[in-house]
C-alpha cells in the first residue's frame, strides 16, 4: 500500500504538523521524532498508547503505524477493571506513554517506552500490507466488557480519503478540536486525518468555546465535535460576538459520534448563518456518510453515502428497503474498504456482526429522503446509550454496580439530556434498603472501576426492579416511570 503519510517526507519541513497547547512540532520534528521510536518499537506484536491528548500520544501512533505495530490507544481515566481486561485482551508488548505521565497500577507491570518529541531517526518505508491491522480500538456493547475492534491500515486510508473528496478537505486545512484521543473520532479523523492530508491540528488539551473561539479567529479554517460541544457553542453565540465571527470564518463546522439536536443546529445557524455538517460513522466501521461541504446541511441528516461505501437499509430478515421515502424505516447495513476485520479475539461477535454476504450490522435505524439523504432515527439495541459522544453498554455499568456490597440488584438506561444527549441513570435496589449507598458514592465506584464518562449521573432507587414472567427486567417500565 502507499504510504499513509506522504507529508512527513514530501512536505517543507517548516510546515506546520501538529500543535497541543505552546508545543508544536513542524512535519520534520514530527518525522524525525516517529522514525526514532518506530526503530525502538519495530518488531513489537502490539504496543499499548496512553492517549493522554499531547504531542506524545500523536507521535506515538505515528510511530506504530510507521513501524506497522498495531497500537491499542487507551483512555487515561480508565479505571482499573477496564484497563485489565483491555491488557489482557490486547496483551501489549509495550507502553508509550509521555515521560512525566503518573501510571495507574494495572500499567505499572509494562515495559515502559517514554515518548521523546525531540528525538530524531530516519523514516522508515511505510509501504505495509493494506490489510495489516493498524489500530486496536475498544467499543462498548450491551452487555460484557468492551471488545477491541481491529482497524486495518486500508480502512484508515479509504476514510480519510472519503472524507477529504466529500469536505474538499486538504493540505491547506488546520483543524481544530479538543477531543479525546482514544477514539476513532478524535484520533483517526482528528489526528491522522490532518496529518494524511498534509494539513496541521490544534489541540485545545480540552474543549472550551473560549478555545474554538481563539484558535478559528487565528486561522483555523475547520472544527470538529461532538453533539454537547456543539450544545455547549449554542448556548453560548448568541452572547458571544467572537465567537461569531470565528465560526462565520470558518470553512467547515463538523459534528458527529452522534445525533445534533435540530435546535442547537437551528441556534447555531440563526446566530452565524453557518450550518454545521453531520456526518455517521461508527468505530467497527469509520466513516459511512456525511453531508458534503458543496450539499445541503438539512437538519436532522447525516447526508449521503461517502465514496466507497455501499449502504442499504434493511427490515428485521435483511431484506432490503428500497423506498427513498422519508419514512420507511430499516436498519442501516454497510460494506466497503473502510470497515473493521474482526473484533480482537471474539470470532462469535464478528461472525454475529456481519450477514452472510459480508454487509456489516450497525445497529442504527434510519429512513431515506428521496435525494439519497440518511435519517438516523433510533438504534436497536435499548442497553447502548450515548453520552457526551460515548458509547456506553447498560451491561458493563450494571455488572460493576452488583459489585458495590450495597447493590442487590441493578439496571441502568439512559434517559434524554439537553447537554450530553443521554445521562446514565442507575435504578438500585439496595442491599439495605435504610442505608443505600448515596448518588456520590456509585458513581464513584463505577468512575473508579470503569471511567468517569461511564459513571450514572442519576441513581435511583427502588424496593424491587420490574421483570417480566420470564425474570427480564423491563427497561422501558423504568424509563417510562
Ligand atoms: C467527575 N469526574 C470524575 C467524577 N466525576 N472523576 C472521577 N470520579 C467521579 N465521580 C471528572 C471527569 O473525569 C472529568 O475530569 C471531569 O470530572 C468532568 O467530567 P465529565 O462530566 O464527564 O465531562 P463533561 O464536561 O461532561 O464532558 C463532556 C465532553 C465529553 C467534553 C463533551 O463527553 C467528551 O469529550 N466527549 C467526546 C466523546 C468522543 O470523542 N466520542 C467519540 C466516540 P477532567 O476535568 O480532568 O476532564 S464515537 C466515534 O469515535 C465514532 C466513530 C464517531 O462517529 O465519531
Ligand atoms: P461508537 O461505537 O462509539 O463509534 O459510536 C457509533 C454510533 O454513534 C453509531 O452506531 C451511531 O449510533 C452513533 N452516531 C455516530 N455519528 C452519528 C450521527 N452523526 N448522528 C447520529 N448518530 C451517530
Same mark, same amino acid.
Do not use: C
Given at each position: 500500500?502507499?504510504?499513509?503519510?506522504?507529508?512527513?517526507?514530501?512536505?517543507?519541513?517548516?510546515?506546520?504538523?501538529?500543535?497541543?497547547?505552546?508545543?508544536?512540532?513542524?512535519?520534520?520534528?514530527?518525522?524525525?521524532?516517529?522514525g526514532a521510536l518506530a526503530g525502538r518499537i519495530g518488531g513489537a506484536s502490539r504496543v499499548a498508547v496512553r492517549a493522554t491528548p499531547t504531542l506524545e500520544t500523536a507521535v506515538a501512533v505515528v510511530a506504530a503505524l510507521l513501524a506497522d505495530v498495531p497500537a491499542v490507544p487507551l483512555n487515561p481515566k480508565s479505571g482499573d477493571r477496564e484497563l485489565a481486561h483491555i491488557?489482557?485482551?490486547?496483551?501489549?508488548?509495550?507502553?508509550?506513554?509521555?515521560?512525566?505521565?503518573?501510571?495507574?497500577?494495572?500499567?505499572?507491570?509494562?515495559?515502559?517506552?517514554?515518548?521523546?518529541?525531540?528525538?530524531?531517526?530516519?523514516?522508515?518505508?511505510?509501504?505495509?500490507?493494506?490489510?495489516?491491522?493498524?489500530?486496536?480500538?475498544?467499543?462498548?456493547?450491551?452487555?460484557?466488557?468492551? $471488545?477491541?475492534?481491529?482497524?486495518?491500515?486500508?480502512?484508515?486510508?479509504?476514510?480519510?480519503?472519503?472524507?477529504?473528496?466529500?469536505?474538499?478537505?486538504?493540505?491547506?486545512?488546520?483543524?481544530?478540536?479538543?477531543?479525546?484521543?482514544?477514539?476513532?473520532?478524535?484520533?483517526?479523523?482528528?489526528?491522522?486525518?490532518?496529518?494524511?492530508?498534509?494539513?496541521?491540528?490544534?489541540?485545545?488539551?480540552?474543549?472550551?468555546?473560549?478555545?474554538?473561539?481563539?484558535?478559528?479567529?487565528?486561522?483555523?479554517?475547520?472544527?470538529?465535535?461532538?453533539?454537547?460541544?456543539?450544545?455547549?457553542?449554542?448556548?453560548?453565540?448568541?452572547?458571544?460576538?467572537?465567537?461569531?465571527?470565528?465560526?462565520?470564518?470558518?470553512?467547515?463546522?463538523?459534528?458527529?459520534?452522534?445525533?445534533?439536536?435540530?435546535?442547537?443546529?437551528?441556534?447555531?445557524?440563526?446566530?452565524?448563518?453557518?450550518?454545521?455538517?453531520?456526518?455517521?460513522?461508527?468505530?467497527?466501521?469509520?466513516?459511512?456518510?456525511?453531508?458534503?461541504?458543496?450539499?445541503?446541511?438539512?437538519?436532522?441528516?447525516?447526508?449521503?453515502?461517502?465514496?466507497?461505501?455501499?449502504?442499504?437499509?434493511?427490515?428485521?430478515?435483511?431484506?432490503?428497503?428500497?423506498?427513498?421515502?422519508?419514512?420507511?424505516?430499516?436498519?442501516?447495513?454497510?460494506?466497503?474498504?473502510?470497515?473493521?476485520?474482526?473484533?480482537?479475539?471474539?470470532?462469535?461477535?464478528?461472525?454475529?456482526?456481519?450477514?452472510?454476504?459480508?454487509?456489516?450490522?450497525?445497529?442504527?435505524?434510519?429512513?431515506?429522503?428521496?435525494?439519497?439523504?440518511?435519517?438516523?432515527?433510533?438504534? $436497536?439495541?435499548?442497553?447502548?446509550?450515548?453520552?457526551?459522544?460515548?458509547?456506553?453498554?447498560?451491561?458493563?455499568?450494571?455488572?460493576?454496580?452488583?459489585?458495590?456490597?450495597?447493590?442487590?440488584?441493578?439496571?441502568?438506561?439512559?434517559?434524554?439530556?439537553?447537554?450530553?444527549?443521554?445521562?446514565?441513570?442507575?435504578?438500585?435496589?439496595?442491599?439495605?434498603?435504610?442505608?443505600?449507598?448515596?448518588?456520590?458514592?456509585?458513581?464513584?465506584?463505577?468512575?473508579?472501576?470503569?471511567?468517569?464518562?461511564?459513571?450514572?449521573?442519576?441513581?435511583?432507587?427502588?424496593?424491587?426492579?420490574?421483570?417480566?414472567?420470564?425474570?427480564?427486567?423491563?427497561?422501558?417500565?423504568?424509563?417510562?416511570?
Amino acid at each position: 500500500m502507499t504510504p499513509l503519510f506522504p507529508a512527513l517526507t514530501h512536505d517543507p519541513a517548516d510546515r506546520p504538523a501538529l500543535r497541543f497547547g505552546e508545543r508544536a512540532l513542524t512535519y520534520a520534528q514530527l518525522a524525525a521524532a516517529a522514525g526514532a521510536l518506530a526503530g525502538r518499537i519495530g518488531g513489537a506484536s502490539r504496543v499499548a498508547v496512553r492517549a493522554t491528548p499531547t504531542l506524545e500520544t500523536a507521535v506515538a501512533v505515528v510511530a506504530a503505524l510507521l513501524a506497522d505495530v498495531p497500537a491499542v490507544p487507551l483512555n487515561p481515566k480508565s479505571g482499573d477493571r477496564e484497563l485489565a481486561h483491555i491488557l489482557a485482551d490486547s496483551a501489549p508488548a509495550l507502553l508509550l506513554t509521555a515521560p512525566d505521565d503518573q501510571l495507574p497500577a494495572p500499567l505499572r507491570d509494562l515495559t515502559r517506552v517514554d515518548v521523546d518529541v525531540h528525538a530524531t531517526g530516519p523514516v522508515p518505508a511505510d509501504d505495509h500490507a493494506g490489510q495489516a491491522p493498524a489500530l486496536v480500538v475498544y467499543t462498548s456493547g450491551t452487555t460484557g466488557p468492551p $471488545k477491541g475492534a481491529v482497524l486495518p491500515r486500508r480502512a484508515l486510508a479509504a476514510t480519510l480519503d472519503a472524507l477529504a473528496e466529500a469536505w474538499q478537505w486538504t493540505g491547506d486545512d488546520v483543524l481544530v478540536h479538543g477531543l479525546p484521543l482514544f477514539h476513532v473520532h478524535g484520533l483517526v479523523l482528528g489526528v491522522l486525518g490532518p496529518l494524511r492530508r498534509g494539513g496541521s491540528l490544534r489541540h485545545l488539551g480540552r474543549f472550551s468555546t473560549q478555545g474554538v473561539t481563539r484558535e478559528l479567529n487565528a486561522g483555523a479554517t475547520m472544527l470538529f465535535g461532538v453533539p454537547t460541544m456543539y450544545h455547549r457553542i449554542a448556548e453560548a453565540v448568541t452572547g458571544d460576538p467572537d465567537l461569531v465571527k470565528a465560526l462565520t470564518g470558518a470553512r467547515l463546522l463538523v459534528s458527529g459520534s452522534a445525533a445534533l439536536p435540530v435546535h442547537d443546529h437551528g441556534r447555531i445557524a440563526t446566530a452565524t448563518g453557518r450550518r454545521v455538517i453531520e456526518r455517521y460513522g461508527m468505530t467497527e466501521t469509520l466513516m459511512n456518510t456525511s453531508v458534503r461541504a458543496d450539499g445541503e446541511a438539512r437538519p436532522g441528516t447525516v447526508g449521503v453515502p461517502l465514496r466507497g461505501v455501499e449502504l442499504r437499509l434493511v427490515e428485521e430478515d435483511d431484506t432490503e428497503i428500497t423506498a427513498r421515502d422519508g419514512q420507511t424505516v430499516g436498519e442501516i447495513q454497510v460494506r466497503g474498504p473502510n470497515l473493521f476485520s474482526e473484533y480482537l479475539n471474539r470470532p462469535d461477535a464478528t461472525a454475529a456482526a456481519f450477514t452472510a454476504d459480508g454487509w456489516f450490522r450497525t445497529g442504527d435505524m434510519a429512513v431515506r429522503d428521496p435525494d439519497g439523504y440518511v435519517r438516523i432515527v433510533d438504534r $436497536k439495541a435499548t442497553d447502548l446509550i450515548k453520552s457526551g459522544g460515548y458509547k456506553i453498554g447498560a451491561g458493563e455499568i450494571e455488572n460493576a454496580l452488583l459489585e458495590h456490597p450495597g447493590v442487590r440488584e441493578a439496571a441502568v438506561t439512559g434517559e434524554p439530556d439537553a447537554d450530553l444527549g443521554e445521562r446514565i441513570v442507575a435504578w438500585i435496589v439496595p442491599a439495605d434498603p435504610g442505608s443505600p449507598p448515596s448518588a456520590e458514592e456509585v458513581a464513584g465506584h463505577v468512575a473508579e472501576r470503569l471511567a468517569p464518562h461511564k459513571r450514572p449521573r442519576v441513581v435511583r432507587y427502588l424496593d424491587a426492579l420490574p421483570r417480566n414472567d420470564m425474570g427480564k427486567i423491563m427497561k422501558r417500565a423504568l424509563a417510562d416511570g
